[in-house]
C-alpha cells in the first residue's frame, strides 16, 4: 500500500464529522513535524462546538525572500445520512471495484493525505529548497465557516505573514483527475424581501392590498434582469428564487404580506453593494411597501492565469496526460477567504462525483498521480 493511500485511510478512519476534527490534524502535523514544519493549533468558537484549525510552516534555505506556497484543506466531513443506505460503514476504509469508499474519501481527505506525502517526499529530495511550504487545515468548511480558514487567514495577517501560492485540495475535477482545476468561484449574496400588503376578505378587494399581485410584476423583472455578461473567467450573474410564502392557508383570505428568497450567485463583474443599489432600485420603481434582509454568504474571488496555473497545468499534463480546464463553477469555498491574503489560488483535487453522498468514493489509481501533481508543482515553484 502506497503511503499517501494508507494515510487517505487513517483519515477516512476519523470521524470528523464538522466541527469536529476526531484527531485528523494531530496525525497530519504528526507527519510535518519531523519534516521541519512548525505546528500551531488554533482552536476557535463556542465551547463544545470547538474548530480545530492547524497552521504549520517549514520556513525554506531563503526565508522570508523566497516563495512560500500553501496546501489548504479541511479535514471535516458532511454527516453520513442513513447508515444503513451505505455498502460499508462510511467510517471503515473500504475498497470495492478499485474505488476506495469513505465519507471523506473524494471531499477531501485523500487531497490532504496526497499533499502530506507529496511535501514528505520534496522535502527528501529538496531539503534545502529555497521556497517555503507551509498547510493550512481546518475543521470547519462544511459547516458555518466561522471559525476555521478564516480565523487562520486573520491571524496570518496580523503577522504580517505574505503567501505566494496557495492550493486548496477541494475535489475540482469532473470524469477523470486533472481534467479541471478551478482559478475562482462566484460570490455568493442571498435576501429575503418581504413585501406588505393589507389582509382582507377576497370578495372584498377593495377594502385589502394584496402583496402577491402588488408583488409579481417586480418578481418578474427580477427574473428576467440581466445582472451582467460574466466575462473571460465567470459566466453571467445568476438570480434564483429559493421560496415564497404568502397566505394563511385559506381561500377566502387575501394575505397580509409576501416574503420571497433569492440568491445571487455572482460573478467579479457586479459586487454585492451594486447587487443591492439595483434590486431597491428595482423595487422602488415599483412602489412597493418593501424590505430586504441581505446575507453575504462569500465574496467572489478570481486568480488569472500566471505561475501557479501554469505550474499545476503543466504538473497535471505530465502526470495524466490531460489538459485542465479553468472554472470558477460550483459552490462557494474556503479559498476566498484566503485569497484576501494571496495572490494566486487555485483549487485541484480528485473526481467530485460521489462528494456529500452516500458510498462516497474516490479511485485508489488516482491517488498517486494527485500526490505526484502536488509534488511536481512544488518542485516547479519553490526550487
Ligand atoms: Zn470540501
Known sequence: MTRALHLSEQLIACRSVTPDDAGCQALIAGRLAPLGFACETLTSGPAGAEVTNLWALRCGKAGAAGKLLVFAGHTDVVPTGPLAAWASDPFVPSHRGGNLHGRGAADMKTSIAAMVVAAEEFVATHADAPGSIAFLVTSDEEGPALDGTVKVCEMLAARGTRLDYCIVGEPTSVDRLGDMIKNGRRGSLSGRLT????????????????????????????????????????????????NIHAGTGVGNVIPGELAVD???????????????????????????????????GGEPFLTPVGMLSEALCEAIRAETGLAAQLSTTGGTSDGRFIARLCPQVIEFGPVNASIHKIDEHVAVASIEPLKNVYRRTLEALLT
Do not use: C
Open 195 to 242: 413585501v406588505r400588503g393589507v389582509q382582507g376578505h377576497v370578495a372584498y378587494p377593495q377594502l385589502a392590498s394584496n402583496p402577491v399581485h402588488l408583488a409579481a410584476p417586480a418578481i418578474a423583472e427580477l427574473v428576467a434582469t440581466v445582472w451582467d455578461a460574466g466575462n473571460a473567467y465567470f459566466p453571467p450573474t445568476g438570480f434564483q428564487i429559493s
Open 262 to 296: 433569492f440568491n445571487f450567485r455572482f460573478s467579479t463583474e457586479s459586487t454585492p453593494e451594486s447587487l443591492q443599489r439595483r434590486v431597491h432600485a428595482l423595487l422602488e420603481r415599483h412602489r412597493l411597501d418593501a424590505s430586504i434582509d441581505w446575507t453575504l
